[in-house]
DNA sequence: ACGCAAACCAATGTCAGAATGGTTCGGGAC
DNA sequence: GTCCCGAACCATTCTGACATTGGTTTGCGT
């Protein structure tokens, strides 16, 4: 496996041109919108080199993390998609609202906790640049959206693929499903500065690397949101 | 659709004499191992009626949850499945046991608290047997599936649909990873005796409605376990 | 009014063929 | 010998056409 780099110095111009040339048509964006890559065969045929030297090239892309491949469907850039659809699919038609919340309740602060311990000062920095769109006046729609995006990566800096997945499938039921649309239009002034409050305490605990102080923050967040729910739900069935 | 229940005496006298005979076929156990039954036309032909009556026959069973039927696949008797087979088969080849047991040390404890919540007498009876039969004295493989069988226990009566399908796909990449297969066989009796003394106090406080007392049994719990699984791996990479 | 029969719709399973990454082998250049 | 190239083969995945199945509608008959 560990291959010594002593290449014929010929080989080591080809291979390393090859791979100049592949790594400047991921970053310049010159690809379909999915992200693939030409296969194998016709890079090696457009480089007029052999598919086993493309192959070189992809591996050291692939461990770089900037492309991912898999059998039988080709070679993409990015990062490789949590494949959660189908299962959000299946058990969000009979999603009660209230349900996904009180699963919300369960899993995201334990991610918080764990962001707490493994978040590096560009990640706290990101978080922060979150929260602060996500408090700016603008339409509840949009400040959905950027509030989605800070709780996606907290869950993302957590660093456990399999609590990731399991949030991601959460994620796809909450947004897909149809009660979304016809949730709480109206957030009021005093809401919205609440759920801001609250997003910078998480941050902060996060920041202060306090486990167990991030846990208690987000429980106490997602405990407003929930609130905020029932009562705009009229409380009518439960 | 709240349809009236006066039927012509001979309609009455089909539609239940349908109902109960195809009842009887799914008590009977004559089905093939998937629980598939025949199609509705296979039905109606047999009993000598129509679709539209099989399908009511068939509506009944389904409100009752002795069936459960999926277009374009067929009905089937018992309960439908949880599809997380799929996921956790694209998690479980990169799955550090360390990382699954991060992730049932966020989830399974929460689990616990609901089902503190909600647990019936009942409940509480069937996971003392469960506990009961994993503190036997048998070989190590046949307690660990026992003790699987309590936790999920504790998962399906915690209420909660999507937290329990995000259960099934953590159990479901814990039990179909290779490491399972290489773990710490000899459980030590001092291990094995603290393990049951942990499942009966995280009973204990289902049974007296203690949510955060059945959140706290159950993380410590957890946490025995992966001590006991850092240990086993020797320690030689975190 | 109700059941029956037929037809159609939408989702699913099945099957064969093509495309693709993963792998192995032998030949050739240095 | 070492490395690359070309070719072939394997396993997985995608695609398309077709049959099957539950879901639904329509018309006829009792």
């Known amino acids: 496996m560990a291959q010594h780099l002593n290449y014929a110095p010929e080989n080591v111009e080809s291979t390393d041109a090859a791979l100049a040339a592949v790594r400047q048509m991921i970053e310049a964006g010159k690809l379909p919108a999915d992200g693939r890559l030409p296969t194998e065969r016709e890079l090696a045929a457009e480089f007029g080199c052999g598919r086993r030297t493309i192959r070189r090239v992809l591996d050291a892309l692939e461990a770089e993390g900037l492309i991912w491949r898999k059998q039988g469907k080709g070679t993409f850039a990015g990062q490789p998609p949590d494949p959660t659809g189908a299962l959000a ?36 920095l990101r978080l922060r ?23 996606r990566a907290i869950a993302r800096i957590a660093g456990n693929r399999v609590m990731l997945t399991a949030f991601a499938l959460l994620d796809e039921v909450r947004m897909g499903a149809d009660w979304q649309k016809q949730r709480h239009r109206a957030r009021s002034a005093e809401t919205k500065a609440l759920y801001d409050q609250q997003h910078n305490q998480i941050i902060d605990a996060i920041q202060a690397r306090d486990g167990a102080g991030a846990f208690q923050a987000m429980r106490a967040h997602l405990q407003a949101l929930s609130d905020n729910l029932r009562v705009s739900m009229g409380e009518a069935d439960r």
């Open 89 to 124: 699919a299946e058990i969000a038609p009979d999603a009660d609202p209230l349900v996904v919340m009180e699963a919300r309740l369960c899993i995201e602060p334990a991610l918080a906790e764990l962001c707490a311990l493994r978040a590096t000062g560009e990640d706290v």
């Open 129 to 151: 640049q979150l929260a602060q769109r996500a408090s700016q006046p603008i339409d509840a729609d949009t400040a959905e959206l950027w509030d989605g995006a800070l709780h």
